[in-house]
Structure formats: C-alpha cells, structure tokens
C-alpha cells in the first residue's frame, strides 16, 4: 500500500459512511434499492477483513484534520457483522488515536439483532445509534418487511425498547414515503408521546427508474421476481408508487413544523428544522444535502471500495481502493473535486434565482432529475415542496434567529405564537355565525360549542 505523500495538502473535513457488511441485511425493506449492489461484488462473503478494517480506522484518522472524529457504521445491516467486529473497532481506534483526539461511533441499525449485549456494548462505549422507524405499525410495515414478506414492527420496537432499558443515545430515521406521506401528525405524535423520542430525522424516498425497469422497479427492488434483479442506479426519470409525492412531502414537513414551533422548540429536535434555522443564521450546510457543493460525505464498501456519495455506490463513482491507495488521496481526487463541484455548476437558473436558495441550493444530486418550468435539466424532484416548506418557516425561523443573536432561547418563540393563535381565534369567534363550524376545531356547530350563551 502507498505511504500518504507528505507534500499533500489537508483538505477539508470529510466524512465517510462506511458499510462493513456490504449491501447484505436482515430485512428486505420493499423500497430499499441498495439491496441491489449485491450484484457489483459477485462471490463476495461481504464481511469486512480484520486486517482491511485496522487498514481504514488508521487511514480515518490519519486523514482527519479536526480533534473530533465520528466513524460511521452502516449498510445493509452492520449488527450482521457481530458483536466482536465492533469490539475490534474500538481497540483499533485506541490504537491509532492521535494524542488529544475524541473518537465517536455512530451505528444506523434496523433494531432487529439488538439484545442486551449490544445494548450494553453501546453504552459502555458511547455509540449513537440510529434506528429505523416508519411510524406506528400500519404505516412502518406497509414497506418495511422481513425475509418472509411479514412486517417488522414489533422485533423493531423490542430493539428501541431495549435501547431505552439501557440509556443508550439514539435517535430515530423515518423514511417518507407513499404509505405514511398523508399521516404527519399521525408519526410525529407516534414518535414524540409514545417512544419519547427527541431527535428525528425524516428522510424521503424517492426511486429513480427508466420506462423500462419501473414495472419490476414496483414491485419491490429485494424482490427477485423468478430471476436476477438489476443493479439500481441513479437514472431515469420516473419514479416508482413508493416514492413519496414532492407536494406531499413540503405539506409533511409543513404539518409537523407547525405542531413543533408551537409545543416542542427546544424539547423535540428535528434534523430538518434544525438545519433550516443554521441556514437562516448564514451558517455552512448543516446538512451534505443542502450545502452549495457536495463530495465530503463518500462511502466504503466491505472490501475497501471508496464512492463519491454513499447514494452513488456505482461503477462510475469508484474512486478506488484504500488498500491500493490511501483515503486522502483519493478524496482529493480531481475526479472527487469535480463530483463536489458539478452540484453548484449545473445548478438550473431557476434555482439560481430561487428567494431559497441559500437553504436549499438544489438539494441532493441524485433528485436532480426533473425539468425547470423552463424545460432546463436539473431540477430537484422535490424542489416544489423544499419550496413551499422553506417559504412557509420564513417567519419563524426568523424570529428564532433574532432570539438566537439576542442570546435568548429559541423556545420564546413558542408563547409568542400562542399569543397570535389566541388573537386569530378571538377573531374568528367574533366573526362566526352560530350554525358555523365552531373556529376551535371541536367538529361542534358554534352554538353548541364556544358561541353557547348563559
């Protein structure tokens, strides 16, 4: 293997999510299409090598121009590699730590193999655990289903109930998709009053196939369908009946942010509102999706493969083996400098001249496939509901922002909307007539409910 040239420039921080059980899982989650790239590496055990496993943790850090350090686990399903894989990775890492370095570990798991020896392991060593979570069980198992077809919900809620049991950190990753895209409140709810959840993330599915491959591409990408299926890749410009619809998806966010600004600033924390508010106080990207450029989040396969994105696991974006060459080299490729840059320069003019662009900038690329009003290539598929999300938390985000500079708490913002709900419902009480729906909400007719008298 090459030594790192010492002539080499640090480049910025990057991150790597890294996948030591390959495309392999446990579930056959009906819209995951990296179940596919199975078929890139033909005979493979999928099972990352000891000696290639100590090989990345001392690239991992020897790359890393920061004092803080997170390694990220996933797959497929990383648990699927064993408890004592992970008990390596702890020891490499105090191996090769640089002196005054903090070392974090974080595990994306669908919860189906966590026990209390997991559990324990986790919290013993400080691991942050992300755990998959589509709502409550009509909605989580319309997709996400085992080997068998059966939904996974309640071996998943065994695993959270156990993540609990043993104060380990986690937040919880909800897909969006077709089946839960019109029961926001429904999953929020679910997540904050039931699981007592305080992050989340909410992640849309969207499933790019050409004309050709969309009817097997709706029946399930795990499914074999009596032969070989394709390897997904990033193309075509139809989606499948999972995804969930762009409108849908902005009226999603809208919902929940509307119940969040109101009961839960500063008690639920929302990856996608959380971003949104840095955006506002002219912060970098919080989050790869919403930088101007990208190519700082990459992916290793189980065998030391290196991509430009873990969503662009695809010959094209092989930037090489860190058994061949070291990491740093790679990343600093002029083929991954372009991948970063070809964001920001094929961005369409109608996102150049967006009022949100600066919280959006074209999102990711690998929902860049939809045409401008204009016919000009390079639009996000979701760009209508980023649109209508980001304009609507406007004002909000705002007078979060403002709070923020005056070293206040952004949760102020809270009785402040109170007081202008109260105000517009006083309103529309002294505007109702009394056969109106009652303005609270109640289903009752005014008369019978706020507008009774004596």
């Given at each position: 293997m090459t030594e790192l040239p010492a002539a080499l420039a640090p480049i910025r921080a990057f991150h790597i999510m890294t996948k030591p059980s390959g495309a392999i899982c446990n579930l056959d989650c009906k819209y995951c299409y990296f179940l596919s790239k199975e078929m890139m590496y033909p005979g493979s055990r999928f099972r990352m090598?000891?000696?290639?496993?100590?090989?990345?943790?001392?690239?991992?850090?020897?790359?890393?121009?920061?004092?803080?350090?997170?390694?990220?686990?996933?797959?497929?399903?990383?648990?699927?590699?064993?408890?004592?894989?992970?008990?390596?990775?702890?020891?490499?890492?105090?191996?090769?730590?640089?002196?005054?370095?903090?070392?974090?570990?974080?595990?994306?798991?669908?919860?189906?193999l966590l026990d209390d020896d997991w559990c324990q392991f986790?919290?013993?060593?400080?691991?942050?655990?992300?755990?998959?979570?589509?709502?409550?069980?009509?909605?989580?198992?319309?997709?996400?289903?085992?080997?068998?077809?059966?939904?996974?919900?309640?071996?998943?809620?065994?695993?959270?109930?156990?993540?609990?049991?043993?104060?380990?950190?986690?937040?919880?990753?909800?897909?969006?998709?077709?089946?839960?895209?019109?029961?926001?409140?429904?999953?929020?709810?679910?997540?904050?009053?039931?699981?007592?959840?305080?992050?989340?993330?909410?992640?849309?599915?969207?499933?790019?196939?050409?004309t050709q491959l969309l009817p097997l591409a709706n029946i399930g990408w795990s499914e074999r369908d009596g032969g070989e299926r394709p390897l997904y890749t990033q193309s075509g410009t139809l989606v499948t009946k999972r995804s969930v619809n762009a409108q849908k998806y902005g009226d999603f966010l809208m919902a929940i942010f509307d119940e969040w600004v109101r009961h839960d600033v500063g008690q639920v924390y929302v990856q996608m509102f959380d971003v949104a508010l840095g955006a506002w106080l002219g912060q970098p990207g919080g989050l790869c999706i919403f930088a101007p450029t990208c190519g700082t989040a990459l992916a290793l396969e189980h065998n030391g493969d290196l991509f430009s994105c873990d969503h662009f696991v695809e010959p094209e974006y092989l930037l090489g083996n860190i058994q061949n060459d070291h990491m740093l080299e790679l990343v600093a490729s002029d083929q991954q400098r372009q991948f970063g840059r070809d964001k920001m320069e094929t961005l369409p003019r109608y996102c150049r001249e967006c009022e949100v662009r600066f919280a959006c900038h074209g999102g990711c690329p690998k929902n860049r496939f939809s045409q401008t009003p204009e016919g000009e290539p390079g639009l996000n598929y979701l760009c209508v509901g980023y649109k209508a999300f980001f304009n609507h938390v406007d004002r909000p985000m705002k007078i979060m922002g403002n709070l923020l500079r005056q070293r206040r708490a952004p949760a102020e913002i809270m009785s402040l909307m109170a007081a202008e709900d109260e105000k517009e419902r006083q309103a529309a009480f002294a505007q109702a007539s009394r056969n109106d729906p009652c303005p609270c909400g109640s289903g009752k007719k005014f008369k019978l409910c706020h507008g009774r008298t004596g």
């Open positions: 090598a000891d000696a290639l496993l100590e090989t990345f943790i001392k690239q991992y850090i020897e790359a890393q121009q920061v004092p803080e350090v997170t390694f990220a686990w996933q797959g497929g399903e990383p648990t699927l590699m064993g408890l004592d894989f992970f008990k390596r990775v702890i020891h490499y890492q105090q191996k090769h730590a640089k002196p005054g370095m903090a070392i974090h570990n974080a595990l994306q798991t669908n919860g189906m986790f919290k013993k060593r400080n691991f942050l655990i992300g755990i998959s979570i589509d709502g409550p069980q009509e909605l989580h198992d319309a997709y996400r289903v085992n080997k068998g077809g059966a939904g996974s919900f309640k071996q998943v809620m065994r695993g959270w109930q156990l993540l609990v049991a043993h104060g380990v950190e986690f937040n919880v990753l909800c897909t969006v998709h077709a089946a839960n895209q019109d029961q926001p409140l429904k999953v929020y709810r679910f997540f904050r009053d039931e699981l007592k959840t305080q992050f989340i993330q909410f992640i849309p599915i969207i499933e790019r196939a050409t």
